[in-house]
């Protein structure tokens, strides 16, 4: 797999039916390992690990309803009262992060109300804080330590 622009990590892998596996701490079980699982796998390891965030405030890959839709986000960390505090959309290395991966966010936190948003390919990553009184947000340079 493509080397990313995060920490080294060290991950836990199988091979089943000829396809690479990942184990994922949050969900507690082998996944198929796509070029966006990689990224995803090591956004939740930086929130683990580097930015002190606990998994049980964490949730990968979970079903949200957006104008009807059933959509699916890929991480949201909630903070210690289960609001939403951090909303994350990961592509794939070869993605490019575009207007429309920030429009894909912006539906998501609609129906979500995330305080900050990250999005990510791996390579690039954007932060945003929400101002949600002025229908604003403010992109940051990191992401904020975890609010209890």
Not at 73 to 101: H, M, R
Not at 128 to 139: A, G, H, L, R, W
Request: proline share 4%; charged share 25%; net charge positive.
């Amino acid at each position: 797999m493509q080397q990313l622009n995060f920490p080294s990590y060290s991950f836990r892998f199988k091979n089943s039916k000829n396809k690479p596996y990942i184990f994922d701490e949050i969900r507690k079980k082998f996944v198929v390992l796509t070029p966006e699982e990689w990224v995803r796998q090591h956004v939740v390891r930086y929130l683990i690990d580097d930015k002190k965030y606990s998994k049980s405030f964490i949730n990968v890959e979970k079903l949200v309803k957006v104008n009807g839709i059933n959509k699916r986000y890929d991480i949201v960390v909630f903070d210690s009262k289960g609001n939403i505090f951090l909303l994350i959309e990961c592509k794939a290395p070869e993605v490019p992060i575009s207007q429309k991966t920030f429009d894909q966010i912006a539906q998501y936190n609609l129906v979500l109300k995330a305080s900050y948003l990250m999005v990510t390919n791996g390579l690039n990553h954007y932060f945003c804080q929400m101002d949600f009184e002025n229908e604003k947000y403010s992109f940051l340079s990191a992401l904020p330590d975890f609010k209890n």
